[in-house]
């Protein structure tokens, strides 16, 4: 009777060693494992965190949808909508140097004056649009699944040559954060205008899921950069001012989004009826403002009582891509959204070049713009100028390189001798 504890005692002393090799054991395997799948480059770490993300974005997208909009709740949302664009940022920034590998044909250099992208879902008739407007050729049927190269096209309109590019894939591969989804959203932020396309005979909420795509890569649709100031400063708090009434932004949603982002102390100033989202693309920074047009293709396929609806939607042009309706139209409304401004240079004693304009956007369109266009060294010779056209008030003007140029002007350059 005095044996049996003994061996018991044993055993449990057998087992304990045998659990505490289990446990060394199954450490020694699992640590480097989880290292391994969990290095911050691994695609297994990626994703885990891209999930972790997405999900995050999930759950306040559905908090925000539950939540009733009013005055109470504004500071609520308005944090909840910086938590928002910090997680998307999150999504966009790359988690390793070079990872994903470059990814051919998204490196488009910009050639041309301007560049010109499409998105839309697979067979809305990207390609065939691209192709009847370029002239190039591409195989069109096997299109569908082969989306995974930018298609650029240049065109010649009114002496401007415009890039034409399509950016597959922003709307099946760039929301899980896909390597090449990155490269084709950072395409889309360099374009002067984007078109999105659309089925006629597709749901219409396929427009709200591309909008929504854009918006989440920091590009803003048809829209003006927000007319506010936003200072930070060391002290005194958060100082909200402005010169119209606010229904969108009281102090405390300003101090709600403020504090998400760790900012105590700043001078607010709204010089319109700004929103939270406004103020957040604000603080946020590296927004993009590109004008949109909504191309709705296959019209041949819809009503003429639908067509009326259609053409009267503001940004909207509509067109069949495969019977060429409508086309030039199009060419007009993207000239229109672009706003280039065409320079005629006009050298000493001749008549002005009306066949060769320089481009300049409707952003910088200066003397200065104008000269470095010409030649880099120009602007360093620059005596004065001689303008004729819109912007000139005689025939011509003598300006300045600050001066601003309008579309169609003729210039002449006077350089120092
Ligand atoms: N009815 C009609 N079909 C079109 C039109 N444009 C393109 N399609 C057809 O739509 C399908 C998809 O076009 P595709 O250009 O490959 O679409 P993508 O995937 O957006 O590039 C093809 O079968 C085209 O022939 C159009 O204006 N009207
Ligand atoms: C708030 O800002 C306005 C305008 O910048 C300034 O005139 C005012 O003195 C500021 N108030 C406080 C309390 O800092
Ligand atoms: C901002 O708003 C002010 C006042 O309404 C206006 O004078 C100014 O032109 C606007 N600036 C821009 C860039 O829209």
């Not at 090799?21 to 297994?44: D, E, G, M, Y």
């Not at 293709?297 to 819809?302: A, F, G, L, P, T």
Request: charged content about 30%; hydrophobic content about 35%.
């Amino acid at each position: 009777s005095k044996k049996k504890p003994k061996i018991k005692q044993q055993r449990r002393k057998t087992l304990k060693t045998h659990w505490r090799k289990l446990l060394i054991l199954s450490a020694v395997f699992t640590v480097p494992l989880f290292a391994l799948l969990f290095r911050r480059n691994s695609p297994a770490f990626k994703s885990a965190t891209m999930a972790t993300v997405m999900q995050k974005i999930k759950d306040i997208e559905d908090e925000m949808a539950k939540t009733q909009k009013n005055k109470a709740t504004a500071h609520h949302l308005g944090l909840l909508k910086a938590k928002l664009a910090k997680l998307r940022r999150e999504l966009l920034t790359p988690t390793s140097k070079g990872g994903g590998g470059a990814g051919e044909g998204f490196d488009v250099t910009k050639s041309g004056d301007a560049r010109v992208g499409l998105v839309g879902f697979p067979s809305v008739g990207k390609s065939t649009l691209l192709n009847k407007l370029t002239g190039t050729f591409s195989e069109v049927a096997s299109y569908e699944f082969t989306t995974l190269t930018c298609i650029p096209g240049v065109i010649m309109y009114r002496g401007a040559k415009i890039q034409l590019l399509d950016l597959p894939g922003i709307i099946e591969g760039a929301k899980d954060g896909k390597g090449r989804g990155r490269q084709v959203i950072s395409t889309a932020r360099t374009c002067n205008c984007i078109l999105i396309v659309l089925d006629a005979i597709k749901p219409i909420t396929h427009k709200r899921l591309i909008e929504k795509e854009l918006e989440g890569f920091g590009i803003r649709l048809n829209k003006e950069p927000p007319n506010m100031t936003f200072r930070k400063k060391e002290k005194g708090g958060i100082n909200l001012t402005s010169t119209v009434t606010n229904t969108h932004l009281d102090l405390d949603t300003v101090k709600a989004i403020c504090s998400e982002y760790r900012i105590h102390n700043a001078d607010v100033h709204l010089r319109y009826d700004a929103t939270a989202d406004d103020l957040i693309d604000v603080i946020e920074g590296s927004r993009v403002y590109t004008p949109c047009i909504y191309v709705v293709n296959k019209i041949d396929q819809i009503t003429m009582e639908e067509l009326e609806i259609l053409d009267k939607l503001p940004h909207y042009c509509p067109i069949s891509a495969h019977l060429e309706w409508n086309l030039d139209g199009l060419l007009e409304k993207i000239w229109e959204y672009l706003s280039l401004t065409r320079i005629y240079t006009k050298p000493k004693g001749m008549n002005p070049d009306y066949e060769d304009p320089v481009i300049l956007s409707s952003k910088r369109r200066t003397v200065e713009d104008f000269c470095d266009r010409i030649h880099k060294d120009m602007v360093k010779q620059f005596k004065y100028a001689l303008v004729w056209g819109s912007s000139a008030k005689h025939k011509p003007q003598r300006v300045g390189k600050e001066h601003e140029l309008e579309d169609e002007d003729v210039v002449q350059i006077i350089k120092k001798v």
